[in-house]
T-cell receptor, first 114, second 115 residues
């Protein structure tokens, strides 16, 4: 079945460092790809998405590009802030399912040092 | 838009007891999902409703689990004869069905601890 593999954490960076969190996927069709974020004490929320190959999703300084040839959707940010400390989940939509359910990776915990 | 709300936030129960959780989705959303998340893992899909109809259930959902959405609004998830392995965060999410690639709006979850 469809699946998502993402970089294991935790990842600890200093403020203003460059961030990359790797994500690769396996899917039989052409899924939409997502990054969700879970801030401490809050529910999961969508950070960004891309619906077709070569699309770039972006939000709050984060970016990810849908790479069909490498089946990847790596998350990047040029200069992280302490407020970016959270758990990040890469995900895909299972278009073969009538539910269009979202399949999540295991999450990467990011901690930013001041 | 008051967001997705779940009740209770925490539930501690003894093995063998039954528990029921409630989810109130965003009012105009007709899709409702239940997910389960254990420590260090991503959410795993359990089941999904389109209005009041339960359209898909994961193999993870044993016959001790039952979910309902009787009037197409709030939903309940019941676990009968709880086991220690049921300890997890149970997440509810909702979305609009007429938007392609729609995002899910998640509640804060119900943390279940089975002693």
């Amino acid at each position: 079945g469809d699946s998502v593999t993402q970089m294991e954490g935790p990842v600890t960076l200093s403020e203003e460092a460059f961030l990359t969190i790797n994500c690769t996927y396996t899917a039989t069709g052409y899924p939409s790809l997502f990054w969700y974020v879970q801030y401490p004490g809050e529910g999961l929320q969508l950070l960004l998405k891309a619906t077709k190959a070569d699309d770039k999703g972006s939000n709050k300084g984060f970016e990810a590009t849908y790479r069909k040839e490498t089946t990847s959707f790596h998350l990047e940010k040029g200069s992280v802030q302490v407020s970016d400390s959270a758990v990040y989940f890469c995900a895909l939509s299972d278009r073969d399912s009538s539910a269009s359910k979202i399949i999540f990776g295991s999450g990467t915990r990011l901690s930013i040092r001041p | 838009d008051t967001g997705v709300s779940q009740d209770p936030r925490h539930k501690i129960t003894k093995r063998g007891q039954n528990v029921t959780f409630r989810c109130d989705p965003i009012s105009e959303h007709n899709r409702l999902y239940w997910y389960r998340q254990t420590l260090g893992q991503g959410p795993e899909f359990l089941t999904y409703f389109q209005n009041e109809a339960q359209l898909e259930k994961s193999r993870l959902l044993s016959n001790r689990f039952s979910a309902e959405r009787p009037k197409g609004s709030f939903s309940t998830l019941e676990i009968q004869r709880t086991e220690q392995g049921d300890s997890a965060m149970y997440l509810c999410a909702s979305s609009l069905s007429d938007r392609p690639n729609e995002k899910l709006f998640f509640g804060s979850g119900t943390q279940l601890s089975v002693l």
